[in-house]
Every structure is written in C-alpha cells, then in structure tokens.
C-alpha cells in the first residue's frame, strides 16, 4: 500500500516474530476509501475507518498501534477473535463423549473465550489475496487449553463496496469437540478519541424477543426469558443509556449489558438482520447480520480509561460489543443449538458487519 493508511497506522510497528512466526499488518480498502487494518495476532481488528455524515473518516474500533501494545493488552480481547469457544463454560469444565474435559479458569470461577492461550492469543497464517481480502489460517492443537480433537480454522475477512466487513468462518476437526468462534469487535461509532466519548447516547435496536438470562457469574441459568417489559428490550431502537442502570437483578450480575439475545430466525443458518446502531452526532451506523442462534451484547462494563491507539483512551461503556455466537454454556445446556463438531462435518458462520450514516 503506497498511500499513507487513513487509520495512521504503520506496518513496521506490527512487524515482529512472535510465537516463531511472522506477525504483520494488513490493510483491506474499498471503493468508497473505507479502510480496515487487521493483524494476524490473534486476527484483531485494529482499525476500521468509515465517514460520518460530513465525509470526515475516523477510527470505529478499539484497538492499539503496535503489536506489543496488543499482545499486553488490558482487555486481551479487544476486538480480536475468540475461539475455540467465545463466551463462558461453567467451572471451565463439559462432557462428551462421557468423558469430562477441563479447561482454564480465567472468569472467576468459569472458562472465558477459549482461555488465556485462545485463538486472541495466537499467531494465524496470513493470506492477503487482494485489496479487498483477508484469509486467516490457525490449526489448534489436540487438547489446547484442553479442548479435544484437532481443530483446522479458517477465517476470511472480506471488505465489499458496500461497506460491508464480512467475516467467514471454516473449521473441521479429527475428533469430535466443541467450536463457538466469534469476532469480538468493540466498536465505537463517533470515532476513538481522547477519551473515547460514551456509547450511552448510541441508538440500538436488537432482533430478539428472547434473551439468556445469567446468574451471578455470569452462566446461563438455562432460561429463556422475553425482552417483553425488561431493560433488555432492544426491539425498537433505544438509547444503550436508558435502562442499563434499572433496577434489575440481571442488570445487576451483568455490570449493565452482558448477555446472549436469542436472534429472532424464520430457519437454523439463515444470515439475518441481528442488530443495528446509530450513533446521533456523527450519524454513522452499524448493522450486524449473522447466520448464527444468538449475539452477545456487552456495554463495555469493565473498561477503566486504559490507552490504545494514538493516545486515545478506552474508558468504561465507550464501546458496544455484538459477538454472533451459540449460546454461553451450551455443552453443558443441552437444551441450547449444539456447539458439537464431529470429523467429517464442516463449522461455518457468516457475520456481518455493514455500515452507513443517517
């Protein structure tokens, strides 16, 4: 790329061998001049330029501008996939098979987004293929941070002329085992800054009638609850602000909004409309489609003001995250879409990401 990145940022500062492979910087840009930079540790996104209503582009993702700034980050997640498993597993334990398999504690006293060693924490073979497209290879070891079988991944991000980041996803396995990737984008539509301005104001509308209410740690209690008459009621657009703080026991023991919505579905696997934003005084929006049961809304509970990229500062609910994914805890939930993937079978997932402004 011969032109200076509208994101800023500089290859060189993402060049580095990590794990003994290559680390990089890619850069995927559109008709329009939408940018999107991503580095292959652990696929993270890093910057996604789009224009406000005024044309002026600016930065809608959370990320840092250097690779040791990634690697140590405060939020190890920050906008990077997760995998083998996104979301929480009770006690980090599940059986298959009859056979119990443990995993990382790394949640208090459950299994987060694939432990600390996951796929945000791992280096991916990196196939630019043309301006437009990103191809992301990682083969995840038998039992890596406990999960069985071997599991072959393969993760595409593709930039259409639609402003549209597509992310595809392709795995198979030798034995069977349980796959729940996702991309855990923490998108900040009036544009990073310092500090990055609150998400509290951001209109938002959320397909669901359902969602997943957790107990005290996080877990899903096995419930399926309707938004109907709750703070979780996203079907017509909202500001995030209005109800986060409302007196409610799941608000509570999610610090705000940290749940899984069950994604309203004529057919299993169809890719259909999930969610939206708009943030009011820029005018960008968000849409999120995805082939997937459900999405995690989280209001960025836990952020404490900490620096990322180009002195801008991530302080708590300046981002909103919406992570397409199975439903948390779903090897221990049998009642939940089954997250079993046997040899012979093929995981895929279709999220979107499209933006626009109003």
Known sequence: MENTPKSGLRREDFQKEVQGKPVDLYFLTNAHGVEVAITNYGGSLVAIMVPDREGNFANVIQGHDNIDDCINSPEPFLSTLVGRYGNRIARGKFTLNGKEYTLAVNNGPNHLHGGPTGFHARVWDAEQVNERTLVLRYVSAYYQEGFPGELTMTVRYTLTDDDELVIDYHGTTNKKTVVNMTSHGFFSLAGIDNPTPSAMNVLCQINADFYIPIDETSIPTGEVRKVEGTPFDFRTPK????????????????????????????????????????????????????????????????????????????????????????????????????????????????????????
């Not at 023991?253 to 899984?260: L, Q, R, S, W």
């Open 239 to 358: 500001p995030v602000g209005q109800d986060i703080d409302a007196e409610d026991e799941q608000i509570k023991n999610g610090a705000g909004y940290d749940h899984c919505y069950v994604l309203n579905k004529k057919e299993v696997g169809e890719l259909s409309f999930a969610a939206k934003i708009v943030e009011p005084q820029s005018g960008r929006t968000m849409e999120v489609y995805t082939t997937e049961p459900g999405v995690q809304f989280y209001s960025d509970n836990w952020a404490d003001g900490y620096k990322g990229q180009h002195g801008a500062t991530f302080g708590r609910r300046s981002a909103l995250c919406f992570e397409a994914q199975h439903f948390p805890d779903s090897p221990n939930k049998p009642h939940f879409p089954s997250v079993v993937l046997r040899p012979g079978e093929v995981y895929t997932q279709k999220t979107i990401y499209r933006f626009g402004v109003e």
